[in-house]
């Protein structure tokens, strides 16, 4: 990786504190290395962290606590105090203390997000019925940062890994019997196009291919058990190929994992949760990553839940961790480059057959 004129500084919210979030935080920042890679910038609960420390067997991780991220030193481990309070710890269990103190420390990081002080974010994992205890609104984390960090735009789920594969959702958090008519022509188009954005702009991906999957088995086999690969589906792959964006399909989901035909693509676009997070999860092993897609700031999370069946047995794997906090840092500077190679672009010019010198204006994109 290139050398920062700064240390790039990377938020991490404790996530969950009965679950396996601290474990993996701590096993992630600590080996050697990592401070030069990056600047940490833990948000948390000193008490919680000192408790899973000792429970963990992870007595070498000694951060530096802080007040705000403001006041966070490139070269060491750094720690915000969210002043959560006493907070009960209840390790497997789902609890409002549980739920509350994942929003405080959530908060607390997009707050400096916005102010800059700190550049990307990673959210360790939340339980979804704490958050509901907490009195938290959202489904869950892409809800939430698309009301506070979208400034209008809609969020894009990605699951990524390096050297693939890429799954996208077009829906997200919402029941089975919900996905059917959410899936609409133009959230397909809208997911098509915002995928296809990402993959140029985050993953230097310059002409992508984009498989989309069918919603109905066996891609509704031409109607006869749904439609709405032809009525829905098929007409958004249309509208945005006649874009130049390269889509294809439907696809039955179940063949084309099957088959491989995923490694022919550059991502895949789902119709709905576990469609697309299945597989991914079987293909990318220990060291998937969460990407919040389509918003001014990035947000990288592992591909993993809170881990209650294994909380406090030190034996949580943080390479998702780790490759979520590598991720971040990555698409962080691919859209840096992104951005300053389309910023103030010289006018190219050529020679024609006539030897007449011709000025083509290519300030503007055209295939997004």
């Known amino acids: 990786m290139a050398k920062e004129s700064r240390s790039l500084r990377v938020g991490i919210t404790h996530g969950d504190i009965n679950g396996i979030g601290y474990e993996v935080i701590m096993k992630a920042l600590m080996p050697e290395g990592m401070t030069d890679l990056c600047t940490p910038v833990v948000f948390g609960s000193p008490a919680v962290a000192s408790y899973y420390k000792k429970s963990c067997g992870l007595e070498e991780f000694k951060p530096r606590i802080i007040s705000d991220a403001s006041k966070a030193e490139p070269g060491q481990i750094n720690f915000v105090d969210i002043n959560a309070g006493e907070l009960r710890i209840e390790p497997g269990q789902p609890t409002a203390d549980g739920g509350r103190a994942a929003l405080m420390a959530l908060d607390k990081a997009v707050e400096a997000l916005r102010n800059q002080e700190i550049d990307v974010l990673v959210t360790a994992p939340i339980n979804k019925e704490a958050m509901k205890l907490a009195g938290f609104p959202f489904p869950g984390h892409t809800e939430y940062l698309q009301e506070n960090l979208a400034d209008g735009q809609q969020a ?42 990402t993959l140029r702009k985050d993953f230097a991906i310059e002409r992508p291919k984009i498989a989309v999957l069918s919603l109905n088995p066996h891609a509704g086999d031409g109607g006869v058990i749904g439609s709405e690969e032809m009525d829905v589906i098929t007409p958004a792959i249309e509208e945005v190929y006649a874009k130049k964006i390269l889509a294809f399909g439907p696809y039955a989901a179940d ?114």
Do not use: W
Request: net charge positive; aromatic share 8%.
């Open 156 to 197: 894009l789920m990605v699951l990524c890994r390096e050297g693939g594969p890429r799954v996208a959702l077009v829906t997200i958090h919402i029941p089975l019997s919900e996905v059917s008519a959410a899936v609409t022509t133009e959230a397909v188009a809208d997911k098509l196009r915002g995928l296809h954005h």
């Open 255 to 368: 063949g084309f994992f099957g088959s491989g035909a995923y490694k022919k693509f550059d991502a895949v676009l789902a119709m709905y949760h576990d469609q697309g997070l299945a597989p991914f999860k079987m293909l990318a092993l220990e060291d998937g990553v969460n990407y919040t897609a389509s918003l001014p700031f990035i947000r990288t999370s592992p591909d993993h839940g809170t881990g209650y069946d294994i909380v406090n047995q030190g034996v949580a794997d943080p390479s998702s961790m780790r490759a979520a906090i590598y991720a971040a840092i990555d698409i962080f500077r691919r859209r840096r480059t992104y951005y300053r190679s389309k910023a103030n672009p010289l006018k190219k010019q050529y020679v024609d057959r006539s030897g007449d010198r011709t000025t083509l204006d290519l300030t503007k994109e055209t295939t997004d």
